[in-house]
């Protein structure tokens, strides 16, 4: 290769501008604004969530297709590369950060405020005054007993169940990476199916787990700090399986259309550590949410 071709492919490539971003911003903000009128009781219909919805996965799609369309033209280099490495890796601290902070606020309400509220410590005149006769305890709907009696979801059913789907699926998809890695196309194809398979079943699982919770157990958003902290935790790490086995599909029929190479795959290699990070935090789930 001659000097000037090689610092052409190092060149570092710089996207045209996109309009996607714009697009995506503005469905996410109506998709978000139909679900907070949803849960305030105060919505207009499902239509601001629909739009927002399809629009959302649209836009996706069509952002994967402009990446896809780089990638495969031979438009990244070495540089490049280190760039979407570094980027992952801050994206997936920002999401340690943003799931952290969930679980901070489950260690206070747990740990700190319904104790308070049940005269621990310096707080019996808080127990004495305002609450008097309630006994801190978790789970707990607050000495208000918002929402009314409820029943939790025990660790040893479904969430066990959700909880060996996903490392399993953790598993295949380090099957999938090694097969890559030794040219071995249509070996990791069926182990990434195979992932796919478990992420959608984790998802089936928890959306039956949510219908019973609703229906037979009382158990709501609108059930005191318990239930607006096994919601919030539970449902955006949902929201996470989902946005992963999209990105799974995508990959896998990437590898179907012959993308990839055994030595340059770090599309590949970006959606298996955002998996992980998911089967992660999902551990960290059933343990302090489910078990605890």
Same mark, same amino acid.
């Given at each position: 290769?001659?000097?000037?071709?090689?610092?052409?492919?190092?060149?570092?490539?710089?996207?045209?501008?996109?309009?996607?971003?714009?697009?995506?911003?503005?469905?996410?903000?109506?998709?978000?604004?139909?679900?907070?009128?949803?849960?305030?009781?105060?919505?207009?219909?499902?239509?601001?969530?629909?739009?927002?919805?399809?629009?959302?996965?649209?836009?996706?799609?069509?952002?994967?297709?402009?990446?896809?369309?780089?990638?495969?033209?031979?438009?990244?280099?070495?540089?490049?590369?280190?760039?979407?490495?570094?980027?992952?890796?801050?994206?997936?601290?920002?999401?340690?950060?943003?799931?952290?902070?969930?679980?901070?606020?489950?260690?206070?309400?747990?740990?700190?405020?319904?104790?308070?509220?049940?005269?621990?410590?310096?707080?019996?005149?808080?127990?004495?005054?305002?609450?008097?006769?309630?006994?801190?305890?978790?789970?707990?709907?607050?000495?208000?007993?918002?929402?009314?009696?409820?029943?939790?979801?025990?660790?040893?059913?479904?969430?066990?169940?959700?909880?060996?789907?996903? *490392?399993?699926?953790? =598993?295949?998809?380090?099957? $999938? +990476?090694?097969? %890559?890695? @030794?040219?071995?196309?249509?070996?990791?194809? &069926?182990?990434?199916?195979?992932?796919?398979? *478990?992420?959608?079943? =984790?998802?089936?699982?928890? $959306? +039956?787990?949510? %219908?019973? @919770?609703?229906?037979?157990?009382?158990?709501? &958003?609108?059930?005191?700090?318990?239930?607006?902290?096994?919601?919030?935790?539970?449902?955006?790490?949902?929201?996470?399986?989902?946005?992963?086995?999209?990105?799974?599909?995508?990959?896998?029929?990437?590898?179907?259309?012959?993308?990839?190479?055994?030595?340059?795959?770090?599309?590949?290699?970006?959606?298996?550590?955002?998996?992980?990070?998911?089967?992660?935090?999902?551990?960290?789930?059933?343990?302090?949410?489910?078990?605890?």
């Amino acid at each position: 290769m001659s000097t000037q071709a090689a610092a052409h492919s190092e060149r570092y490539f710089v996207p045209a501008p996109s309009v996607w971003p714009f697009v995506l911003t503005a469905a996410l903000v109506c998709l978000v604004a139909g679900v907070a009128s949803f849960l305030e009781n105060d919505h207009v219909g499902p239509v601001p969530i629909f739009i927002g919805g399809v629009l959302s996965i649209a836009v996706i799609f069509l952002w994967f297709r402009d990446v896809v369309h780089e990638s495969e033209g031979g438009r990244y280099s070495a540089q490049v590369d280190r760039t979407f490495r570094w980027g992952m890796s801050w994206f997936i601290f920002s999401e340690v950060m943003f799931f952290g902070a969930f679980f901070g606020a489950l260690f206070y309400a747990r740990s700190l405020s319904i104790p308070w509220l049940g005269g621990e410590g310096t707080k019996v005149a808080t127990n004495l005054f305002l609450w008097p006769g309630f006994e801190a305890g978790w789970p707990s709907n607050g000495p208000g007993e918002v929402g009314g009696s409820f029943q939790t979801i025990p660790a040893f059913g479904v969430p066990l169940l959700n909880t060996i789907l996903l *490392l399993t699926s953790g =598993f295949t998809i380090t099957m $999938a +990476h090694h097969a %890559l890695k @030794a040219n071995r196309r249509m070996i990791c194809i &069926l182990w990434m199916w195979a992932t796919v398979a *478990l992420g959608a079943s =984790f998802l089936w699982f928890q $959306a +039956h787990e949510y %219908l019973e @919770a609703y229906t037979e157990l009382n158990l709501t &958003l609108g059930s005191g700090v318990y239930g607006s902290t096994f919601f919030m935790l539970t449902g955006f790490h949902g929201l996470h399986v989902t946005l992963g086995t999209i990105m799974l599909i995508t990959i896998t029929l990437r590898l179907m259309f012959g993308h990839f190479k055994p030595d340059s795959h770090f599309g590949f290699e970006g959606v298996a550590w955002y998996w992980h990070f998911v089967d992660v935090v999902w551990l960290a789930l059933f343990v302090v949410v489910y078990w605890l």
